[in-house]
């Protein structure tokens, strides 16, 4: 149910008070915000109840594995070829079947990893705060070259068309020979004078980079000499002080066919064209994770807790989920008749896809699931913020 002005005064005041508390330096020597902060705080809301499910469905855990605990990170693991690759913090790495969870090797980069793994099937590469790139062998995990950018990463890198893409944290794209790791381009934008500390990254997709910076700006570039070919305006800062205004892109862009679709904290969501940037729908809507969608629906978790459903085709409400309030949820994964999300206890919650209906619930290790799901040939993955590695399916 909605709530009262009120309450939703009361909660907007913890939450701004929350983010001034979480205000940190980033490496660039501009301020920023964590949200991984910003309901942990003594004085902010407490998660919801988790609710009592009726005759929820058998959900199978199909294997579990461990690799290196993520910090404050949001380290998140990828699928490539017939493989799933992992990284922790501590430098730590894998390469896992995704059948069995089985090693089919371990290694260590000799960096502190703070965004995930990223891998074509040829490399798997990981970046650390200090804006050290490192790329291993993804059939071997033998080191092939290392690189730098100029700013902390907080997203996994990206690889397509013989290159591999880095986002930094200081607004910059970052583009590396795959065979080599040579700089072949930078895209630069001046960044605002608080940006959110989010792993907002970037979606390959139809020969283009699609990336969202502080102010709400959704760029796509070029993948072969990252050359602008339009950008656009997810949100507008509004607000009476400069923590109101923050209004960054957060998680990746979703991209599919001839869609692309951001989110932005304190702004909207918004569906473009990828060939021309034309706006196709937006809906005022706040989110610290993203946006995912399926053909039918996109997917949104937003600031407070809710899920939310919207029509692909222009945005209407389909359905709003509200029972796990404050739970910090990852951003949703869609499946097959269901939705698949994790929240700050390690629970991962299962919804029906026409309705957000709780269906089934899982428990596993009981630290955050910070990074999304990851959708394998049978079922899913989820990485946990100590380092556990569950694969799961309904």
Not at 173 to 193: L, N
């Amino acid at each position: 149910m909605s709530p009262g002005a009120d309450a939703a005064g009361a909660r907007r005041s913890a939450l701004v008070a929350a983010l001034a508390a979480a205000l940190l330096g980033a490496c660039s020597g501009m301020p920023s915000l964590n949200p991984m902060d910003w309901f942990s705080a003594p004085s902010g809301p407490k998660p919801a109840a988790l609710p009592a499910l009726t005759a929820p469905q058998a959900v199978k855990q199909l294997w579990t594995a461990r690799i290196g605990g993520a910090d404050a990170f949001v380290l998140s693991p990828a699928l490539a070829g017939d493989s799933v690759y992992v990284a922790g913090r501590d430098g730590s790495v894998a390469r896992l079947d995704p059948a069995t969870g089985q090693a089919r090797w371990r290694g260590m980069a000799g960096i502190r990893i703070s965004g995930g793994i990223g891998s074509d099937g040829e490399l798997a590469v990981v970046a650390s705060d200090l804006g050290e790139v490192v790329a291993l062998d993804a059939k071997t995990g033998a080191p092939r070259w290392r690189a730098r950018v100029s700013s902390e990463v907080l997203a996994a890198p990206r690889l397509a068309e013989g290159m591999v893409l880095v986002r930094s944290a200081d607004s910059r794209v970052f583009a590396f020979g795959a065979e080599d790791g040579k700089r072949r381009w930078v895209y630069q934008r001046a960044p605002t004078s608080l940006i959110v500390r989010s792993p907002a990254g970037m979606t390959l997709h139809q020969g283009s980079a699609f990336a969202g910076f502080s102010g709400g700006k959704l760029v796509a570039l070029a993948l072969t000499n990252g050359g602008v070919r339009w950008e656009a305006t997810v949100a507008l800062p509004k607000g009476a002080n400069e923590l109101e205004r923050v209004t960054d892109i957060v998680g990746d862009p979703a991209a599919q066919g001839r869609e692309v679709c951001a989110a932005a904290f304190q702004g909207r969501v918004a569906c473009y064209d990828t060939h021309s940037g034309n706006q196709l729908w937006a809906r005022d809507m706040s989110t610290l994770t993203g946006v995912s969608f399926d053909a039918r629906y996109a997917y949104v978790s937003d600031e407070k807790g809710a899920v939310h459903a919207l029509d692909r085709s222009n945005g209407r409400s389909i359905w709003r989920q509200d029972r796990l309030g404050n739970r910090r949820l990852s951003q949703p994964l869609p499946l097959n008749a269901e939705i698949a999300l994790g929240d700050l206890e390690g629970w991962v919650h299962f919804l029906a896809r026409d309705s957000g209906a709780f269906i089934a619930r899982h428990a596993t290790d009981g630290s955050a699931i910070r990074a999304a799901p990851l959708r394998l040939p049978a079922g899913f993955l989820v990485q946990t913020a100590s380092g556990g590695l569950f694969a799961l399916s309904l």
